[in-house]
């Protein structure tokens, strides 16, 4: 069974400072990952995925992630936060053979200090 | 032009009703899905359908009932409503041939009374 972790529930940072997001994730073949954002009151909007190929992939609002097959990761980072990028923040990880159900971590919550 | 919408957006009710949400996608996608976010905000799948199709069905009561009638809409019907399914239930739609990621619906805050 696939599963995913974010290990820091809250992660609180200062605007203009970078970000880094941790994601592990278990999947028994090669895994579709994405990162999704949470902003209050609204829906999963899509950052990035990671189907095949590249293992860094760029993604909207300037962030970008990186897949490690051999740590098991597909951290998120951003150079320079801004203070709208405040959210919640979703990593998942898809299962072609299981209908393209996602699979999500528990999210980590950013705060962005002015 | 949204591309998956829901209805209502919040949902008030006492325990024991019974309620509909309604989705609907106009992408084009086979492949539709409910979420639920608890209060933790853990999110997970509760059903999918492909080509109307019931596909993943993960452990949810028998209260819970989803229903679609054609590839662009899925509802979720639940029956005699309890305090414990207060949460906001999220509609998805991907494309399984073209392997597409899921689009996410705005999500129905459901809160029972």
């Known amino acids: 069974a696939q599963s995913v972790t974010q290990p820091d529930i809250h992660i609180t940072v200062s605007e203009g400072a970078s970000l880094e997001l941790r994601c592990n994730y278990s999947?028994?073949?090669?895994?579709?990952l994405f990162w999704y954002v949470q902003s209050p009151g609204q829906g999963l909007q899509l950052l990035l995925k990671y189907f095949s190929g590249d293992t860094l992939v760029q993604g909207i609002k300037g962030f970008e992630a990186e897949f490690k097959r051999s740590q098991s990761s597909f951290n998120l980072r951003k150079p320079s936060v801004h203070w709208s990028d405040a959210a919640e923040y979703f990593c998942?990880?898809?299962?072609?053979?299981?209908?393209?159900?996602?699979?999500f971590g528990g999210g980590t919550r950013v705060l962005v200090k002015p | 032009d949204t591309a998956v919408s829901q209805t209502p957006k919040y949902l008030v009710t006492q325990m024991g009703n019974d309620k509909s949400i309604k989705c609907e996608q106009n992408?084009?996608?086979?492949?539709m899905y409910w979420y639920k976010q608890d209060s933790k905000k853990f999110l997970k799948i509760m059903f999918s359908?492909?080509?109307?199709?019931?596909?993943i069905n993960e452990t949810v009561p028998n209260r819970f009932s989803p229903k679609s009638p054609d590839k662009a809409h899925l509802n979720l019907h639940i029956n005699s409503l309890e305090l414990g399914d207060s949460a906001v239930y999220f509609c998805?739609?991907?494309?399984?041939?073209?392997?597409?990621?899921?689009?996410f619906g705005q999500g129905t805050r459901l809160t029972v009374v």
């Open positions: 992408l084009g996608h086979d492949t």
């Open positions: 359908y492909n080509n109307k199709e019931l596909i």
């Open positions: 998942a990880v898809g299962a072609r053979a299981a209908g393209n159900k996602l699979t």
């Open positions: 999947y028994g073949a090669t895994p579709y």
């Open positions: 998805a739609s991907s494309s399984r041939t073209a392997n597409t990621e899921a689009f």
